[in-house]
């Protein structure tokens, strides 16, 4: 499907559509994002309107009169789409198409728009398709009528018309090749996974709201070369590094896919197996951006999706405040979730010294004492515990090298049972 993509841009001027449910949503600052979304998608918002009323109308998103002040908004703006803020129904993108006579979009359809141009790897392109092919398949009527007639720009890089003449029958068959894909995929995730678990190797996944300095992070910490820029889902595919901590040992960084207020549910379906990264991993790295007025809600909004992904509420969480060079009352934000909170800026590199012994003081608490003989013919094997652990005492004696370490506790069990002259912890 090489032409399931549009490849043709054309900047749109954007009118932001919102209801607000209750005098507890901030749903400004959630429009505030969609034109964060837009801009990094290209587009560019001109202006909002908001409706007050306990639920989206269910045939035009917002009520009769409402549209009215709408059609005013996009004559004075010159606003060539509008987008809601809310993922919509066939029905009323249909209607809302026939009533204000432009390209209309939703949140999910603009998300899927970033994630098309932004996913680099075959596991991530294979997500993105699949993801769209199932908003397609549900939204097949609404998507017929808003976009079979207008090419080009935000919004568009998804099904274009020849796609949307495609039934379901053919959409659903496809999905299924996508998860036959997958699923190999992730058979051989969950081989390396278990390759590390069985080498002993400290892993931690870096997870946070998008754009709260993930990629930053891992540059600074690994010296990885990541795209990070100020924009939000600079990167998509999950990558992992090597991190060799100041006293030698060594551990596994993993960057995950950005954190978002509403994010479809087609994307966390289709990203589950990456996102799964953070539920096995030792430790989870949470990156904030304390710089941003919203950086509570963000928090939120990241463990409603880790909930959501099934991660054991038991799992140590780090809280890294990011970007404290542009926020200097972070020291007041709290997270009750995290055993321990640090304060970094990624950019100048500030706090990292103490980040990095947070992550030694981790690792080494998981770590048990052994002492053992091993025999010469298997000397090979004390590099495995200088990777994996801290080699503390080395004795060469008749029977074989004794050694003292601390190691993970898959290690100790390996190393404790196979030799002779094995000391209790």
């Known amino acids: 499907m090489t032409d399931f993509y549009s490849t043709s841009e054309e900047k749109e001027r954007v009118l932001l559509l919102g209801v607000s449910r209750s005098e507890r949503d901030d749903t400004e600052a959630s429009l505030r994002e969609l034109g964060a979304l837009l801009e990094t998608a290209g587009a560019e918002s001109v202006g909002a309107v908001i409706q007050s009323r306990e639920a989206p109308d269910p045939g035009t998103y917002f009520g009769t009169g409402k549209l009215d002040e709408v059609r005013e908004k996009l ?59 199932k908003y397609t398949a549900a939204h097949l009527e609404g998507l017929r ?15 274009g018309e020849q796609k949307l003449e495609l039934d379901r029958r053919v959409i659903h068959e496809r999905i299924g090749v996508l998860k036959h894909r997958l699923t190999e995929m992730e058979r051989h995730r969950n081989v390396l996974r278990k390759a590390r678990e069985k080498s002993g190797v400290f892993t931690a996944a870096v997870v946070g709201y998008t754009n709260a300095g ?21 990167t998509l595919d999950p990558t992992t590094r090597h991190l060799t901590l100041p006293g030698g040992e060594e551990m596994l960084l993993t960057d995950t896919v950005g954190f978002i207020r509403k994010l479809p549910h087609h994307l966390i379906e289709a990203f589950h197996s990456t996102l799964e990264e953070a539920i096995y991993s030792d430790l989870i790295l949470h990156v904030v951006d304390v710089s941003n007025p919203e ?95 801290r080699l503390m005492k080395e004795e060469y004696r008749q029977d074989g090298i004794y050694v003292m370490a601390e190691v993970p506790a898959d290690l100790y069990g390996r190393f404790s049972g196979r030799y002779t002259g094995t000391a209790s912890e």
């Open 75 to 133: 004559w004075e703006t010159g606003a060539t789409a509008a987008a809601a803020d809310d993922e919509l129904s066939p029905a009323q993108m249909r209607n809302l198409k026939e009533a204000l006579g432009v390209k209309i979009m939703d949140r999910t359809m603009v998300i899927l728009d970033i994630f098309a141009r932004h996913a680099v790897t075959s596991e991530g392109k294979i997500q993105v398709e699949m993801a769209q092919l």
């Open 145 to 159: 009528s808003s976009l079979s007639r207008l090419g080009g720009g935000i919004g568009t890089r998804g099904p």
């Open 214 to 234: 993930k990629s930053t992070l891992l540059n600074r910490l690994t010296g990885a070369d990541i795209l990070a820029a100020d924009a939000l889902f600079a």
């Open 295 to 389: 950086a509570d809600v963000q928090v939120a909004a990241v463990y409603d999706t880790l909930a959501g992904l099934g991660m054991p509420g038991e799992r140590e969480i780090i809280t890294v405040l990011n970007k404290i060079d542009a926020a200097p009352d972070s020291i007041r934000f709290r997270d009750p979730n995290a055993s321990r909170v640090v304060r970094i800026s990624a950019k100048t590199g500030e706090g990292i010294p103490e980040l990095l012994a947070v992550l030694e003081k981790c690792l080494r608490a998981r770590r048990r004492l052994l002492e053992t003989v091993i025999p010469y013919a298997r000397a090979g094997e004390i590099q495995v515990l200088r990777k994996s652990g």
